[in-house]
């Protein structure tokens, strides 16, 4: 079967390049008192008025604390993906490499999780995740997806840190801790995106026209979610601002504007050819930012 094939490739991959980021990670080392930890151009405030009245450290500690958000987000999302991945191979035959590939990406997913949480702790920041109805959604999604909506928020998410983490990773302004962590996850997460690509494909040809508008609803709204809470309205108070100030702020930034429409570019020019980024769920990606 094709999806076989294409499993059976991922897992090779996965014996080849897999890293265990207790081992390959120094994280003793500390870390250096110049270096930001996003590339400084790809910071929400970047280019603000706001940003050209911080120091130099205080742009810095913003970018601190904005690594920290998308990390937070990172392991949230990742810890749905692996409920996901684990009940979908409830159902399937443990001896076809299309499910063993799966429960491998359950355990990359591991790995991250707990790579990301101890790059936050090494951060020294609070730890940043979706609230409110943002929390609600995601246990329900956790709990219940499937099909086209299930392979393509994970998608959404995955490939926008993707984008980020690549252009992290060959940064000489990043910190060298969040240069490692992105290399790993980059590494790993390529075939992540190959896994879902192809099966959301496969799943959007299967689904009902009914299935698929309910679909594009629930697409729009991680679209939504990744949007407005890739940096969380709290990671202002690092500089001073409050939430509602930092966030109106980011949001008004032409600079973000495009950073945020970068980074989902490739998932968004996939997604619209499978037809999935219109219909009912337009609104919601119109309010991304992510368009
Ligand atoms: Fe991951
Ligand atoms: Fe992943």
Redesign the pocket.
Known sequence: MDRDRVATRLLSSSAEHSYDPSVEIDWEAPLAADLYFVPPHRSSLYGTAVWERLTEQQRITLTRYEAASIAGLGIWF?TI?MQLLIRSYYGQDPTSAHAQYGLT?VA??CR?SVMFGRMIAALDTPVYRPDGVNEFLGRWIGATASGPRMFAAILIC?EILDTLQREAMASPQVQPLVRMVSRIHVVE?AR?VRYAREELARQVRAASRRRLLFDKVVIGRAAYLCGTRLIHPAVYRSIGLSPAEGRAAARANPYFRETLRWSAGRVVAYLSELDLVDGPGKPLWNRSGLL
Do not use: N, S
Request: zero cysteines; glycine letters at 0%.
């Open positions: 990742e993906l990406e990359d997913e991250h995955e997460e992540h």
